[in-house]
């Protein structure tokens, strides 16, 4: 079973910057589509970034722009650079498959606080 580790975030000024790194414990080669999910406290988890196997990473219009997704499949690991940051980005920003199957858990999470 593919296991996930998020890892990157911090506290940051708004207008910051940060890389967020997910790193999978087995291959997501095969994986056809990896993606960046973030989710805030009373809120559900939402969709930032989608990064096909073989394509463009497809972003959400609240981050295009400012957010590059990116998968090294050699090295089984995503990233997420964002520039830009809002306050509005803070949330717990986790990685994951999309669609999202019940074969791969969600990992633990990684923080970004922006400030104003």
């Known amino acids: 079973q593919v296991q996930l580790v998020e890892s990157g975030g911090g506290l940051v000024q708004a207008g910051g910057s940060l890389r967020l790194s997910c790193a999978a414990s087995g291959s997501i080669f095969s994986i056809n589509v990896m993606a960046w999910y973030r989710q805030t406290p009373g809120k559900q988890r939402e969709l930032v970034a989608r990064?096909?196997?073989?394509?463009?990473?497809i972003y959400a219009d609240f981050v295009k722009g400012r957010f590059t997704g990116s998968r090294d499949n050699a090295k089984n690991t995503l990233y997420l650079q964002m520039n830009s940051l809002k306050p509005e980005d803070t949330a717990v920003y986790y990685c994951?498959?999309?669609?999202?199957?019940?074969?791969?858990?969600w990992g633990q999470g990684t923080q970004v606080t922006v400030s104003s």
């Open positions: 994951n498959t999309w669609p999202l199957t019940i074969a791969i858990p």
């Open positions: 990064m096909p196997k073989g394509g463009s990473t």
